[in-house]
């Protein structure tokens, strides 16, 4: 274990590199019209996949770094949800056919905050407009201390197939910190009505870097999940912006562990998990073997999107909500992030753009670049730089830090091959920025590297 490598590198403030470049480079100058004429391009041949945001919750966790917003009525969320299927409706009507789709994933917020007559509704809406492959994976994120059997019975009846429960940190201490009280006895009964309605694919979501959060809390919470045998894991750092979320100063920041605790939070979660049988897939997932994303992190077919790594190959993901985020083969599209400016958009039969990002073919390069150093860990230089006809030489961009990391033997470069080595996987990202050609003009909006 390197504890001196997360001090030296683990305050630099990277982006997680779940797109390329990243959402603050996005810019009002991809419009409406734009997106529109994305989708008509579209193959119908090809599958896509669909993410549908959420964005509500019953209360606010302070750790909470998404889009959303506190409820406690349901007329809101009644009436988004019929913005979101006719907004459905205006993209299939855009892209002029019944597009095919490979994955569907409902976040949030709490996407389960829906009734189970209004969820069901809605992806009866997502079929008719779309073609649904019928070996498709449709996902939703759950707050175990809002699913209800019904709820479990409607998720099972639309054909869900893989639930991500947000779990965090079953630590009392922790938990009354990031005001997300949640008892393992709560986690087991939602894992159990997820089963009974023929959901077998289970995820949790843990974090590391929370107020209060220890090595020994970290790996408690590892165990209790473990006696759930769920299929995969994430343990993903806490992202503390106070400044672009302002709940999140009502954590106490003299209670944050700092970057070295941080790592071996994370490293100690990592070996457990490893030792229990979990395979590491990227930066911090964890599957069993058999699971999908083990096989495609086995054959060089992991990829990595905005919820993170996954084993879809689509290479179009169409976004549906307030503050969704598509990617087209020509660049990325956001939805207005506000649910007043998204149904005002929607309720005038208009597409809720607000902005994006016309790709480059440097910045095509980058990314794949940058997504294979995610995923594999190492990556062709070479070869990959020969296929988009460029010179190897030049895809470096932050020369200083690179030779730093091969310098402290975080990094190996041998005959163009560059690969990350045994043990300094936590560094993925630091490695991954020496490629970034927007890192400098937006590294303070990120989260830390460690």
């Known amino acids: 274990m390197r504890p001196d490598l997360a001090q030296s590198y683990g305050q630099h403030r990277l982006p997680r590199y779940t797109s390329y470049p990243s959402a603050p480079h996005f810019s009002a100058s991809v419009r409406e019209f734009d997106y529109q004429a994305w989708l008509k391009s579209l ?35 009644a009436i ?13 009507e855009a892209v002029g056919q019944r597009l095919p789709i490979s994955h569907i994933h409902f976040g949030g917020g709490t996407p389960t905050i829906l009734t189970p007559e209004a969820f069901a509704d809605l992806v009866g809406s997502l079929r008719y407009s779309f073609a649904l492959l019928p070996d498709a994976e449709i996902a939703v994120e759950i707050d175990p201390r809002m699913l209800s059997n019904p709820m479990a019975e409607a998720l099972g009846y639309s054909g869900v197939n893989r639930a991500s429960l947000g779990v965090q940190s079953f630590d009392p201490v922790v938990q009354q910190a990031i005001n997300r009280p949640q008892s393992f006895e709560q986690t087991a009964i939602s894992v159990e009505r997820l089963r009974h309605a023929g959901i077998c694919r ?48 009502k954590i106490d920041e003299s209670t944050l562990p700092d970057s070295v605790e941080r790592y071996l939070q994370s490293e100690m979660v990592a070996h457990t998990l490893v030792d229990a049988g979990y395979v590491r897939v990227g930066l911090d997932h964890f599957a069993l073997p058999h699971d999908n994303l083990a096989v495609a992190a086995k054959q060089g077919k992991l990829r990595r999107n905005f919820q993170g790594y996954t084993n879809d190959c689509a290479d179009a993901l169409i976004g549906f909500g307030a503050s969704a985020i598509g990617r087209l083969q ?29 790709l480059t073919d440097d910045d095509r ?21 020969r296929r988009h006809g460029r010179d190897p030489e030049l895809a470096v961009v932050d020369r200083p830090r690179l030779d730093s990391l091969i310098a402290d033997g975080v990094v190996v470069v ?27 003009r937006c590294g303070a909006m990120h989260s830390a590297a460690v």
């Open 43 to 77: 193959d119908g041949q090809q599958s896509a996949s669909i993410y549908v945001h959420v964005p509500f919750c019953r209360s606010m966790c302070w750790y909470c770094g998404c889009h959303t917003s506190v409820t406690k009525r349901d007329d809101p969320i």
């Open 80 to 92: 988004y949800t019929a913005g979101l299927r006719t907004e459905a409706y205006l993209v299939a």
């Open 202 to 249: 289970i995820n949790f979501d843990l974090l590391y870097g929370l107020p209060r959060q220890t090595v020994d809390s970290c790996l408690d919470t590892v165990d209790k999940c473990l006696e759930l045998h769920p299929d995969r894991l994430s343990a993903f750092g806490y992202a503390h912006v106070p400044t672009f979320k302002k709940h999140q100063r």
């Open 330 to 358: 020509q660049g990325f599209v956001a939805n207005a992030v506000s649910t007043r400016d998204y149904l005002a958009r929607i309720t005038e039969d208009r597409l809720a753009t607000a902005k994006g990002y016309l």
């Open 365 to 385: 390069y980058r990314a794949e670049i940058i997504e294979r150093i995610m995923c594999d860990m190492t990556i062709d230089l070479s070869e990959t730089s």
């Open 414 to 440: 041998d005959n163009g091959r560059l690969s990350v080595v045994d043990g300094a996987r936590f560094l993925v990202r630091s490695v991954a920025s020496a490629f970034d050609a927007h890192l400098a």
